[in-house]
């Protein structure tokens, strides 16, 4: 969502996909952001947005993940971005998007438990043994993208929730993450520290990026203004085409 509002605040067109079909929190957090425009009269940047439940489980002529490469082709033309959301599970519409997707952005929480998904690691050594569950996803669509399209995927991991402290875990995940990133073929971003900012807007269909508006006056608190740094660093770090100059919007 807030790589989504990221881009539009930068004067990018932007389509948006929620791909969690049992969750869809994507598509909540923008139904909450049209209530809030309804409610406010302010008009926040929206995106043409895909809930999940429009690929049918089948109707009759095609499979969703079908029905979803369509789509997604489709939202190519007139957007100048479009956003996924994947569920955290293993579907058949969530390989679709990996295997059409230029960039990849994986949040992990800052854990070693966490990191499991993309390597087995040995207690003793913290050496990486086998890719973990997700990496062979990822390695499994990467793959199917070359062969199809000849194209690579630039894949981003990124720490989330990450503490205030310097214990171990945190030591460790940094070190280990930078030898991972050799091995499985993605990028290491800064990452996200762990604030209530972040819980606090879902229901208000808001993102830190929206915090500037009147209507929506809140205390740029340090927090808050550390949460757009971290924004804006991220964006910054995607290496998006056309971005000269207007990361200064955001
Ligand atoms: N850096 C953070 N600081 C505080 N809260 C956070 C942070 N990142 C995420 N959260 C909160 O954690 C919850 C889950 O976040 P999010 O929806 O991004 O996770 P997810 O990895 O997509 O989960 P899932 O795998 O279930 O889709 C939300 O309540 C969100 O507000
Ligand atoms: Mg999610």
Redesign the pocket.
């Known amino acids: 969502m807030h790589v989504a509002v990221a881009l539009m605040r930068m004067g990018f067109r932007v389509a948006t996909f929620d791909l969690?079909r049992r969750?869809r929190?994507l598509t909540r957090y923008i139904n909450n952001r049209e209530t809030a425009v309804r409610r406010s009269g302010v008009a926040l940047p929206q995106s043409t947005h895909w809930d999940p439940l429009v690929f049918a489980i089948s109707d009759g002529s095609s499979r969703p993940e079908e029905q979803l490469a369509i789509a997604l082709q489709q939202a190519r033309d007139g957007h100048d971005f479009v956003v996924a959301d994947c569920?955290?599970n293993d579907t058949l519409l969530a390989r679709q998007a990996h295997m059409m997707a230029d960039l990849l952005v994986t949040?992990i929480n800052d854990s070693l438990v966490d990191l499991d998904v993309l390597a087995e690691l040995d207690g003793e050594t913290y050496r990486a043994g086998r890719p973990g569950i997700y990496a062979r996803t990822v390695w499994e669509q990467r793959q199917l993208r070359l062969e199809h399209t000849h194209k690579g995927l630039d894949w981003v991991v990124l720490r989330?929730?990450l503490s205030n402290l310097a214990d171990r875990n945190k030591l460790m995940m940094a070190e280990v993450l930078k030898d991972l990133s050799g091995e499985l073929g993605f990028r290491v971003a800064a990452g996200?520290?762990?604030?209530?900012v972040?819980?606090q807007l879902?229901l208000a269909g808001l993102t830190v990026m929206d915090l500037d508006e009147p209507a929506f006056a809140v205390e740029p608190t340090k927090s808050y203004v550390a949460a757009r740094d971290e924004m804006r660093e991220l964006i910054r770090f995607l290496w998006l085409p056309g971005l000269d100059g207007r990361l200064e919007r955001i």
Do not use: C, I
């Open positions: 969690d969750q929190s569920p955290g949040p989330n929730r996200f520290a762990e604030r209530v972040y819980r879902f």
